[in-house]
């Protein structure tokens, strides 16, 4: 015998329920009569701000505080540093003594000239008409003042007066000739930005315009500076690190063309979350300056600047 095709309770079931069955599912026309001058409202705007708005570009690169006015004291001849005379932040005066080189050999020449000399001496004021040793006497005085010369030029001497803002080198520590031992800032000195821009933007950057310098550590923490004078010339990495200086060239990683933009920093002291700073030669962070501005409708479709610039 074969099974029914439905259930007994499911045809009981449909029998009783027939009298409720639904009727036709009926909607209301106005909801989508406002959804299409919505979305036609949300496409028209769209359109408008595509053909009128704007987005602004610009240039940015790396940047560096630099103190105008410092000057670099080198070393001038090899050998191992004997003495600091100074510390950072001490004031120095035009020639006083900033850094002394081991000069065993040179002090014992001096030595040995001095000796000799008091003996000739001796032996003029014993004999004054013996003119061998007044000759003697007149070769070594040259060799004296030779001697003390040489050692005289184991000392560095500040050229010039100011502070000691860095020192480079410890005693102990053999310095080669041309190396980094002192820095010393004028009471004059000022604060410059020097910032490398990518070198397609050179034609767009002219003095006058804003810069704005973000410091690194100090995020969203951004400071607005008048460009104040802009290289001629796209240089290339190489370059760009010379003319940052040796002593912070090796914090960046250059590459592609390049060109110089600076800025002066009005004020020596900057504050971040209601607190005091003080700039610092050699400070890092990130420079960018306003170039062009470019309507959203020519960054969605490029083709459409060449028919702006014939309307313009």
Avoid: N
């Amino acid at each position: 015998m074969s099974q029914p095709l439905f259930r007994a309770e499911a045809v009981t079931h449909r029998g009783e329920a027939v009298g409720d069955a639904g009727d036709v599912v009926r909607l209301d026309a106005d909801w989508t009569r406002w959804a299409y001058w919505i979305v036609l409202a949300l496409l028209l705007a769209g359109v408008t701000f595509a053909l009128c708005a704007s987005v602004r570009q610009y240039a940015a690169g790396p940047a560096v505080v630099r103190v105008e006015g410092k000057t670099i004291v080198s070393a001038r001849g090899e050998g191992t540093v004997e003495r600091l005379l100074v510390d950072p932040g001490r004031k120095v005066a035009a020639g006083d003594p900033l850094v002394e080189f081991s000069a065993e050999q040179e002090v014992a020449e001096l030595a040995r000239v001095d000796e000799e000399l008091e003996l000739l001496l001796l032996r003029v004021l014993r004999d004054p008409a013996d003119q061998a040793a007044r000759q003697a006497l007149t070769s070594l005085r040259a060799q004296r003042d030779l001697a003390s010369t040489r050692r005289e030029q184991r000392i560095v001497r500040a050229p010039r007066a100011g502070l000691v803002s860095d020192v480079r080198v410890r005693p102990g520590q053999f310095v080669r000739t041309g190396e980094f031992l002192i820095s010393l800032v004028d009471d004059s000195a000022t604060l410059s930005l020097i910032a490398l821009l990518p070198g397609q933007y050179r034609p767009f950057v002219k003095p006058g315009r804003k810069l704005r310098f973000e410091l690194e550590g100090f995020q969203h923490q951004r400071i607005s500076l008048d460009v104040d004078a802009v290289g001629d010339e796209v240089i290339g990495p190489a370059e760009a690190k010379r003319l940052l200086g040796p002593e912070v060239a090796d914090a960046f990683e250059l590459s592609g063309a390049l060109f110089v933009v600076r800025a002066k920093i009005p004020r020596r002291e900057f504050s971040s979350q209601g607190r005091q700073y003080s700039y610092s030669d050699g400070l890092r962070g990130r420079a960018e300056v306003w170039v062009r501005s470019e309507r959203v409708s020519v960054l969605l479709v490029p083709a459409l600047r060449a028919l702006y610039e014939h309307v313009d």
